[in-house]
Structures are given as structure tokens and as C-alpha cells.
């Protein structure tokens, strides 16, 4: 019913239905029947009043990318990590030199690449989150609430490495340079007369620098002995979490121009060190240590293993990052192509990382007459013992320094945008009202990153290494490969591979030829070769995991810590178990028909993409109607059912 001025009374089904159509006159219910019948207020003669259709709920539309290049240079900077400098040169020498090339792209092909594809399709598709895109397959809702425990953890340790160079960073504008021998405070470092009382060993500049007064280490006993703050640190991370928080603050529109700077600025960084590099004595030695094959090694399991774990590394594949920034791309983008370019980028980078570490660890060992072996190191070793010592022997070495942590910087600050627009993208899409409203979307993103900031200052006490290692090792160990796993396989054989690969010949609306070819390929993996080799790492993650005692140093990890690693795994992989039963106990019928039901797509799956204004028109509404739907008609509509009548008669 409605008042004289044309809005629906309180109470009527006008006022509380759902979905409607209210023309003049008449109300018909979505069954058909005449609902309400009133007359018009207006004469005849007179013009109808205007339509009175009530607004819908009001729908943020999504954001986009301002041009491919933001989509292509923030996917290339959030894979682009660290990893690529600090991990993948030292596997390459330790398996083997050039060798590891060799299992390196055939798992990069393999699994890397179609997995990556598949993140971005199924993203770009839905144009949802980690956990709303799984409309496709509600059982696998599971799957996006473990992504998001991933990168949970993943954003709480890996902020503390940038908090760790920003404190290298600011130490770098001091000459000389603090770790190096020219300091005062290190005579008795360089002239071998300082022990480390607990290995004996005789300490260098650099390694007391970091274990000392960065770490402060030498002050706990382990796992159990945190110790206080170090509050220079804690400064560092507080603002490192303000960066990000600025940065991301607008969303993809403020990180997507970002990118611009701190995904190319590495690479210049790289040319240059790579550049100086070969300028130096003994480079060429580092070089070969580098790429000297071991054909032997091609046997050893590890290997395989070790290029596995390095392609989901520095792919970021399972952690929801892509998924997310593939969201906010236009519905008719060639996925296909910004596959094969970002993983070529990516791969082709951590490749050519490896002549500017290994050309300077070179020139190192030869100035101080050891094996390249000597000094090689990974992670944060390379990245704050070996190579700061490295850069502390060349000429100018204040500069070197600045430039090489402001690219470690940029390197880190990329990725952690990937991982947070996971986070964020999830829950904005699971609540749509923060996205609606600027004022409780930058609340939200304010409050989550004072929460990390929380909780990562236990990682900068003293003993906040050792727990940092602890989340290092196991928050991208077997959960993430099982997440993936079960990912590969939902869409595979639940949400079906060759509806998948329509859908990616559908958002590609010129498909060349060679696409369809190579999604044929793609489609082998996902059916076949990925599983089997996910299944490979999986069994030899376990492997490692039970013979290998997890240490830091020569600090061996105690059993209940080591628990605590599985335990942070397990809770990210049993998402997948525990939203499968809720999802299965919400339909009806046997356990059979539950299962069914729970892995068709949701209505609201295929009319969820509005990014294509091509595709708008083409766009059919549900088969379920989810609401009551009410339709409001005129006289006119029923003077001419009785004129139908009457010429039937």
C-alpha cells in the first residue's frame, strides 16, 4: 500500500520486499497472484506519476587499476622479494651451480606457472577476495580462510625484516661504516682478538654488529628467553607499519602508484651492483663458484625440493596476494600474458641477482684470501653479515651501503603490499560496509596494522630471532603446499578444469590461437603434473621435518617449539577441513546430496563480475530467486488481460 505521497506504508510488502518493480496501481507477488489492486490516485488524462522504485542497497563499486602497468608492476614487486637476493643464489651454488637451473625451471613450469595462472583467473573471474571468490565452490571455502592465516603470519615476520633495514639503513649514513674495520669501536674485532665464548669462533665486525647491537641475541638462551624490547628496533618497525599503512591507505589506487618507484628502483640497483662488481678482483671467482655445474646433484632429492620450495618463495603462489590484485583487474585482461611476463620477470631476476651477490662475495673472498665457500651465506646472513662486510671493502663504501638497503628495503615493502591486500581484500569483502564507508575502511586498516605492530614486537626482543625463525620455517612449510594442493584439485575436479578454462577464453574475448593451445597444457597440469609433484614436496616436507632438528645457529630448537611451528602449519591447512563440514552441514538431503549441493557455485557467482561494461548486458540473473519479489501494475496491464480474454471468448 502506499500514502498520498507515493511511498510505501510501514508495513506493506512494498516497503519490505527485497526485489520489486513498482510501476502504478497494482502489486503482484512473485507467485503471481494480485497482491493488492488500487486504483490510480491521478486521472487518466493526467500524466502518471513517475516510477516509484525503491533505491537498492547502496553497492561500493569496485576499485580497478588505474592501467595494466599498476597491475603488472605491483605483481612483479610482490614477487620480486627478497627471496630472489638473498635465498635463490645461494641454492643455485649449494645444489649444484648451473645445474640447479635445470629442476629450477622444470618445476617453475610445472607447478609455478600453472598455479600462478590459476590464481589469477580465478581472481580476475570472480573479482573477489581469498574467501568470497570460493563462490565457485562454497565447500572450499576453507581454502581462502587458510590463505589468510598464511599471510597473517607471513606479514608478522617479514615487516621485521624491514624494520631490520631500516636500522641498517639509517646506520649506513655514519662514515665509517659501523661494522666495518675502520670504525674505532672494532680494532679489537679485526685484529682477531674478540671470541664468541658459546662457538669459540673468532667474530667479525659485521657479525658482531648484527648479533650484538641489532639482534641483542647474545642475551637470551633461547626460545623461552625472550628478553625485553629493543626499542631502537621496535622504532624501526613502528615505522615501517606507518609506511605501509600510508601506502595502502587508498587502497590499490595509492599502492598502485607505488609501485611505479619501488618495483623498478631494485632493478636499477641491481644493474649498478652488477656493474661495479665486475670491476673488482676476484669477481670472476664468485661468478664460477656460482654457476659451476655438479651434474651428480640432479640425483639428490633435495634438489628437486629446494626448487620447489624456491618457486613458491618468490612466487607468492597460495597466499592469496595474487589472487587479491588479480581481483581488481578488468574482466577482459589476458591473464595468460601477465602470467608468462611476471614469472619470466620474476625468474629472470633472481637469476641476475646472483652475478651482483656472488661478483662482490667474490671480490671478498679474495681480498681475504679464503674460499667463495667461506663467506657465502643465505637469508639474513647473506643479507646482513656477509654482504655488508662485502660492501664495506669497496671504495665508497657508505654509498654501496645506502644504495644496497634502500633496494632491500624497496624489495620487502612490495611484497608485504601483496600480502596485506590479501588480508584486506578478504575481510572488505566479507563486509562490504567498510568498503562503503572511507572513514571505517581506513579504521580498519589502521587498527590491523597497529595489531601486527603489536604482535611483532615480540619478534624484536633479544630472543626475537629465534621465534622468528620458528615463523619463517613453518608458516610457508606443509600447510601452504596442502592449501595449494587442495586448491589445484577443487578447481580441477569439483568446480571442473574445462569450465575453468572457458571461463579464461571468456575473460580473454580475442583469444589468439596459441591460447587455447597453451591452456591445454595447463589443463595436463592441473589435472596431472601439479598434483603428483605437490604430493612429491608434501612427502618430503614431512621427511625433513621429523629427521631434521630445526636450529638457528647452534641453537637446536626444543621439542615443544618445534610443536609449535607444526601447530601454526596445521591451524592453516585444517581451515579447509573445519569450513568443509560447516558447509556441508548447511544444506539438506543425504551426506551425498550435501556434498553436492556444496560444491556447485552459488548464484551469485557468475553475475559477481561487473568490471566488463561489454559483459553487462550479456549477464543472466539467478536461477534462485533468494528474495521475495514483488511486481506493481498498472490498470492499463489489466485492461488488457481482459481484452486478451475477451478475444478469446
Same mark, same amino acid.
Given at each position: ?73 605491483s ?10 637476493v638473498?635465498r ?24 609455478g ?22 563462490k ?33 639503513? +639509517? ?5 665509517p ?27 667479525s ?28 628496533l621496535?622504532?624501526?618497525?613502528l ?32 644493474i ?38 624456491q ?14 590484485m ?5 574482466f ?46 643465505t ?6 653479515v656477509a ?24 624489495? +620487502? ?7 596485506m ?30 595489531c ?9 626482543t ?27 584439485? +577443487?578447481?580441477?575436479?569439483f ?20 591460447c ?66 560447516v ?47 514483488t511486481?506493481?501494475?498498472t ?14 471468448a
Open positions: 500500500m502506499q500514502d498520498e505521497s507515493g511511498k510505501a506504508a510501514p508495513g506493506s510488502p512494498a516497503n519490505t520486499a527485497q526485489n520489486s518493480l513498482h510501476l502504478n496501481g497494482h502489486t503482484v507477488t512473485q507467485n503471481g497472484h494480485n497482491q493488492t489492486a488500487t486504483p490510480a490516485l491521478q486521472p487518466q488524462s493526467e500524466s502518471p506519476p513517475p516510477s516509484r522504485v525503491p533505491s537498492p542497497p547502496v553497492t561500493v563499486p569496485r576499485e580497478q587499476w588505474g592501467g595494466k602497468y599498476e597491475f603488472l608492476l605483481c612483479i614487486g610482490y614477487c620480486v622479494g627478497l627471496g630472489n638473498w635463490f643464489p645461494y641454492l643455485c651454488y649449494r645444489n649444484g651451480g648451473g645445474v640447479f637451473l635445470i629442476p629450477y625451471f622444470i618445476m617453475l613450469f610445472v607447478t606457472v600453472p598455479l600462478f595462472l590459476m590464481e589469477l583467473s580465478l581472481g580476475q573471474y570472480g573479482a573477489a577476495g581469498p574467501i568470497t571468490v570460493w565457485c565452490c562454497p565447500l572450499l571455502k576453507g581454502i581462502g580462510i587458510g590463505m589468510l592465516c598464511v599471510s597473517t603470519l607471513v606479514c608478522l615476520y617479514y615487516n621485521v625484516i624491514i624494520a631490520w633495514t631500516f636500522y641498517y639503513l +639509517g646506520s649506513s649514513f655514519q662514515s661504516l659501523p661494522w666495518s674495520c675502520d670504525a674505532i669501536a672494532n680494532a679489537a674485532l679485526c685484529n682477531g682478538t674478540s671470541v664468541n665464548s658459546s662457538t669459540g669462533k673468532i667474530l665486525p659485521t657479525e658482531h654488529f648484527w648479533n650484538e647491537r641489532v639482534l641483542g641475541v647474545v642475551n637470551s638462551k633461547g626460545l623461552h628467553d625472550p628478553g625485553p624490547v629493543r626499542w631502537p621496535a622504532l624501526c618497525l615505522a615501517a607499519w606507518i609506511i605501509i599503512f600510508l601506502c595502502m591507505l587508498k587502497g590499490i589506487r595509492s599502492s598502485g602508484k607505488v609501485v611505479y618507484v619501488t618495483a623498478t628502483f631494485p632493478y636499477f640497483v641491481l649498478v651492483l652488477i656493474i661495479r662488481g665486475a670491476t673488482l678482483e676476484g669477481s670472476l671467482q664468485g661468478i664460477a663458484f656460482y654457476l659451476t655445474p655438479e651434474w651428480s646433484r640432479l640425483a639428490n632429492a633435495q634438489v628437486w625440493n629446494d626448487a620447489a620450495s618457486i613458491f618463495y618468490s612466487l607468492g603462489i597460495g597466499v592469496g596476494g595474487l589472487l587479491s588479480a581481483s581488481y583487474n578488468k577482459d585482461n589476458n591473464v595468460i600474458r601477465d602470467t608468462i611476463i611476471i614469472t619470466t620477470g620474476n625468474c629472470s631476476t633472481s637469476f641476475f641477482a646472483g652475478f651482483a651477490i656472488f661478483s662482490i662475495l667474490g671480490h671478498m673472498a679474495w681480498r681475504k684470501g679464503v674460499p667463495v665457500g667461506k663467506v657465502a651465506d637469508g639474513p646472513g647473506l643479507a646482513f654482504y655488508p662486510e662485502a660492501l664495506a671493502l669497496l671504495p665508497g663504501s657508505v654509498f654501496w651501503s645506502i644504495l644496497f638497503f634502500l633496494m632491500l628495503f624497496m624489495l +620487502g615493502i612490495d611484497t608485504l603490499f601483496g600480502n591486500e590479501g588480508i584486506t581484500t578478504a575481510v572488505l569483502d566479507e563486509f562490504p560496509h567498510l568498503r562503503a564507508n572511507a572513514l571505517h575502511k581506513s579504521l580498519f586498516l589502521g587498527a590491523l596494522c597497529f601486527f605492530y603489536l604482535m611483532g614486537l615480540l619478534l624484536v633479544d630472543g626475537g630471532i629465534y621465534w622468528f625463525t620458528l615463523i619463517d620455517s613453518f608458516s610457508t612449510s606443509f600447510g601452504l603446499i596442502i592449501i595449494t594442493l587442495f586448491m589445484c584439485i +577443487g578447481i580441477s575436479f568446480y571442473g578444469v574445462n569450465q575453468f578454462c572457458k571461463d579464461i577464453i571468456d575473460m580473454i574475448c580475442h583469444c589468439p590461437p596459441w587455447t593451445k597453451v591452456l591445454l597444457y595447463f589443463k595436463a597440469c592441473w589435472v596431472f603434473f601439479t598434483p603428483f609433484l605437490l604430493l612429491f614436496i608434501l612427502t618430503y616436507i614431512f621427511i625433513e621435518m621429523y629427521n631434521t632438528p630445526l636450529h638457528y645457529g647452534s641453537y637446536v630448537y626444543p621439542r615443544w617449539g618445534k610443536a609449535l611451528g607444526v601447530c601454526m602449519g596445521a591451524t592453516c591447512c585444517l581451515q579447509i577441513l573445519i569450513w568443509a563440514i558447509a556441508i552441514s548447511k544444506e539438506t538431503g543425504t551426506l551425498k546430496d550435501r556434498f553436492q549441493k556444496s560444491i556447485r557455485p552459488l548464484n551469485s557467482w557468475r553475475v559477481n563480475n561487473l568490471n566488463s561494461t561489454q559483459r553487462v548486458e550479456e549477464r543472466v540473473e539467478p536461477d534462485r530467486v533468494e528474495a521475495p519479489f511486481v506493481t501494475l490498470d492499463m496491464d489489466f485492461t488488457a488481460m481482459r481484452w486478451d480474454m475477451g478475444s478469446e
